[in-house]
C-alpha cells in the first residue's frame, strides 16, 4: 500500500512538474463604439494564434492596464473625467482567475482627468495612474488582497511647451519604476520633461528626486518609455513628430545624448509617436508610428547606448497604439485602434528585423495589451 502511495504521488508531481504553462493576452480598449471593455485572450507562443476566452464589461474606457508582479491581480485605468458624478477618471482594481477570468476587486477615484496609463511597482506595494488632462499622477497603496486604497498622494505638475494647441500645460502620460524600485519616473507631453521622483525609507510619500527632471527638445512631448536591461539608459517615444530620445544615466546623473527620427528619411506625411519598447537582450528598440502606420525597429550599441533605424514595418492596420513583445520573445502584437485589429510580427532575433506573420484579429477599438504567463 505505501509502494502504491508512493508512485500515485511520484507521479502526479511529475504531472504538475510537466505541466504547460498557460498564457495570456489581456487587451484594454475604448468603449465609445462596440467594445464591450477588457478581452482576454489564450496565446499560443508557438504559433501566435488567440483564442477568446473572457470579456470583462467594462464601458468605462479601460485603455490601460498593468498587471501585478505576482500574477494575481489586473489593474485598468478608466480614461474618464466623470467617475462616480467626481471631476475624476478612476482605476479599477481585479483579482485574474485560474483561467484568466478577472473579478473585480474595488475601483477608485484618480482625483484627476482622462487617466490615460497605469504601473505597478516591482514590490508590488504601490500603484500609480497618470492623468493626461489635468497633467498629475495618482499614488496608491496596494492591499494584500489586491485592492486599492484611495488616493494617497497626487502630484501636480507645472509647465507647459511651445505648442499652444498640445501643450496649453501639463499632460502627464506614463510612470514607470526603475527595477530597484527607487525611482518614479514619469513622461510629460505637455511640458517636454522626464520628471524623477523618489521617497525617504519608512516614507510612502514621493518627493522631487536630487535630480527632479530632464528636458526634452522643445514641442517633441514625451509620451512612454522604457530602460535598458542594464538600467543605465531610457529610451524615449515623442508622441509630436515621432522621434526617439535616448538618455544616459551616470551614476544616478541623467543626460539626453540623441534624438533619432522614428519615421523613413522619404517621409513628409503627419504622425505621432506612441508606445516604446526594448528587446529582452536589449540589442533592439521598437516603436509604434501612428499615421505613418508602421513598428520602427532600431539597432542599439549596447555600450553608447546608441541607436540606428533599420526598419520600418507596415502594421496591417490604422493608428498602432501599444504593442507587446511575447514572453518568450517569438512575436510582438500590435493594437491597431482604428482598424479594431491586432497583428501578429515574428521577430527575427539575430537582426530583430520584423516580418508580418499573416494573422489578424478582429477587436474593437484595442489599445493596451498585456501578456500573463501562468
Not at 112 to 136: E, L
Not at 307 to 315: A, D, F, S
Amino acid at each position: 500500500m505505501k509502494t502504491s502511495f508512493l508512485f500515485i504521488a511520484i507521479t502526479v508531481l511529475f504531472l504538475s512538474c510537466k505541466r504547460e504553462k498557460q498564457y495570456f493576452l489581456y487587451i484594454g480598449t475604448y468603449t465609445d463604439q462596440e467594445s464591450e471593455g477588457i478581452y482576454c485572450y489564450s496565446y499560443n507562443p508557438e504559433s501566435g494564434d488567440l483564442v477568446l476566452k473572457h470579456v470583462t464589461p467594462n464601458k468605462e474606457n479601460p485603455s490601460f492596464l498593468d498587471i501585478h508582479p505576482n500574477g494575481k491581480f489586473l489593474y485598468a485605468v478608466s480614461e474618464t473625467n466623470d467617475y462616480q458624478k467626481m471631476d475624476s477618471g478612476s482605476v479599477t482594481a481585479y483579482r485574474i482567475t485560474e483561467d484568466g477570468g478577472l473579478e473585480k476587486i474595488n475601483q477608485e477615484a484618480t482625483k484627476g482627468n482622462h487617466p490615460c496609463h497605469i504601473v505597478v511597482s516591482p514590490d508590488g506595494t504601490t500603484a500609480v495612474a497618470s492623468n493626461y488632462t489635468s497633467g498629475s499622477i495618482s499614488i496608491y497603496q496596494i492591499r494584500e488582497d489586491g485592492g486599492l486604497s484611495e488616493v494617497e498622494q497626487l502630484i501636480r505638475h507645472v509647465g507647459q511647451g511651445p505648442d499652444s494647441a498640445r501643450q496649453q500645460g501639463p499632460h502627464a502620460h506614463s510612470s514607470l519604476f526603475t527595477k530597484n524600485g527607487h525611482l518614479l519616473v514619469t513622461a510629460d507631453l505637455g511640458t517636454d520633461r522626464i520628471d524623477f521622483y523618489s521617497h525617504s525609507p519608512g516614507s510612502k510619500a514621493y518627493m522631487p528626486a536630487s535630480q527632479e527632471s530632464i528636458s526634452m527638445p522643445p514641442g517633441f512631448g514625451p509620451r512612454h518609455f522604457d530602460f535598458s536591461p542594464d538600467g543605465k539608459f531610457i529610451y524615449v517615444m515623442n508622441e509630436m513628430g515621432s522621434s526617439v530620445g535616448v538618455i544616459r544615466n551616470t551614476d544616478g546623473a541623467f543626460s539626453l545624448i540623441e534624438t533619432v527620427s522614428s519615421l523613413p528619411g522619404n517621409y513628409t506625411g503627419e504622425s505621432f509617436g506612441a508606445d516604446i519598447h526594448l528587446s529582452r537582450d536589449g540589442r533592439f528598440v521598437y516603436c509604434s508610428n501612428r499615421g505613418h502606420n508602421s513598428l520602427a525597429v532600431f539597432s542599439r550599441d549596447e555600450q553608447s547606448g546608441r541607436i540606428t533605424l533599420v526598419q520600418n514595418e507596415p502594421v496591417q492596420g490604422n493608428w498602432p497604439r501599444n504593442f507587446a513583445i511575447d514572453p518568450d520573445g517569438n512575436y510582438l502584437l500590435v493594437a491597431n485602434q482604428r482598424s479594431d485589429n491586432v497583428t501578429l510580427f515574428s521577430i527575427d532575433k539575430k537582426t530583430g528585423r520584423l516580418s508580418y506573420a499573416n494573422q489578424n484579429k478582429h477587436i474593437p477599438s484595442p489599445v493596451c495589451l498585456k501578456f500573463l504567463a501562468k
